[in-house]
């Protein structure tokens, strides 16, 4: 019997963390040797990766929206420290 590898979970349940931790390792999968993966394969890993990045993305912006909240509305950049 062939093994079955696990059905990743979905998108919309990963954190931050998780879904960058997976598109890296996509990133790395895709950037390998090209042999190594049919084209059906690579074709399902990129569309997971943009599902991935639209994720990070979303939450990315909610956070933002979320310090702007708590500092009355704008946003306070980092300060310089190679000054």
């Given at each position: 019997?062939?093994?079955?590898?696990?059905?990743?979970?979905?998108?919309?349940?990963?954190?931050?963390?998780?879904?960058?931790?997976?598109?890296?390792?996509?990133?790395?999968?895709?950037?390998?040797?090209?042999?190594?993966?049919?084209?059906?394969?690579?074709?399902?890993?990129?569309?997971?990766?943009?599902?991935?990045?639209?994720?990070?993305?979303?939450?990315?912006?909610?956070?933002?929206?979320?310090?702007?909240?708590m500092s009355g509305g704008e946003a306070?950049?980092?300060?310089?420290?190679?000054?």
């Amino acid at each position: 019997m062939a093994k079955s590898k696990p059905t990743p979970k979905p998108v919309e349940e990963l954190t931050y963390e998780e879904a960058l931790a997976e598109l890296e390792s996509i990133v790395t999968v895709l950037e390998g040797d090209a042999s190594q993966n049919p084209l059906e394969e690579s074709i399902k890993l990129f569309e997971r990766g943009q599902a991935l990045i639209q994720r990070c993305g979303e939450m990315l912006e909610a956070a933002e929206l979320k310090v702007k909240q708590m500092s009355g509305g704008e946003a306070i950049p980092f300060e310089d420290e190679s000054a």
